[in-house]
């Protein structure tokens, strides 16, 4: 499959096969860190100008107790590491919880903007040293990383013995996937390296020593990956195209759990 780069660059990108259940971007750019360079790329914003901001802070807002309550009900105290953290809202609300809370993000404005809410981001997971966690997330954050196997390796090793590692990801099958093939936003090449399927992740993870403990469907995605995904479409963006198909989306892994995003909770197995 053929994918373009919508956001930034306009480039084309391969989707090839990796292993059973996973595809991978090819080829990757030299200087990625480039293809981030978007007023559009939300994550590394904490903007609320334009009404598409505020229903996406709206929801953001909302999934931040959402994410705190699952975790709480497997650990309810403890500290936790969150790769990925953006401008680390969701650190902030574990720490309302009186977790001990630490994060690496690898954008500079994005830690800049931690730093007004108290927090001394790490820009590198190569920086947390001596420290073990009962809690690592990646809240679509996995999909981005380069060398993704080494790191859950590293996540293994950072781990308290039983603790948790949550990790989010799109679906490449979902219904809304399928729907919009090529233009399907959470392709996003070539920001997101690889591309998992429900079996596909399970079986790396459970090959790198861990157990899945639950499965957690990300409903919101469905719609706003098919907002996206309308933006990429030929044409005016339609808006009630897109609330159904992400509707549809949902129902239909409701039958079968092919949800566009899911957060899976893997438990550390002893060695």
Aim: net charge neutral; charged share 25%; hydrophobic share 35%.
């Amino acid at each position: 499959m053929i994918c373009k780069d919508h956001l930034v660059s306009g480039e084309k990108f391969e989707i090839l096969s990796h292993e059973p259940g996973i595809l991978k971007t090819h080829p990757v750019p030299d200087e990625l860190e480039n293809y981030y360079e978007s007023e559009e790329y939300i994550s590394h914003r904490d903007s609320s100008k334009s009404l598409w901001d505020k229903i996406y802070q709206g929801v953001k807002s909302h999934m931040l107790s959402q994410k705190a309550k699952w975790i709480r009900s497997e650990i309810k105290q403890g500290n936790i590491l969150d790769v990925g953290a953006g401008t680390g809202e969701f650190l902030n609300k574990m720490n309302s919880f009186l977790w001990k809370v630490e994060g690496v993000e690898p954008n500079r404005i994005a830690r800049d903007l931690a730093i007004l809410k108290g927090l001394d981001l790490k820009s590198d997971l190569s920086l947390i040293r001596d420290s073990k966690y009962d809690v690592i997330s990646l809240w679509h954050v996995l999909e981005h990383i380069p060398d993704y196997e080494k790191k859950i390796d590293q996540f293994y090793d950072l781990l308290r013995e039983n603790g948790i590692l949550v990790i989010a990801v799109p679906n490449f099958n979902s219904y809304d996937c399928k729907y919009y093939n090529h233009n399907w936003a959470a392709w996003d090449v070539p920001r997101h390296l690889w591309h998992f399927s429900r079996a596909g992740i399970q079986q790396k993870l459970s090959e790198k020593g861990f157990l899945l403990l639950k499965e957690i469907p990300l409903k919101f995605d469905s719609f706003y990956v098919s907002l996206l995904s309308e933006k990429n479409m030929p044409g005016n963006t339609n808006l009630a195209n897109a609330f159904l198909r992400g509707l549809i989306s949902n129902l239909k892994a409701e039958k079968d759990g092919e949800y566009s995003s899911i957060a899976y909770f893997f438990q550390k197995k002893p060695k």
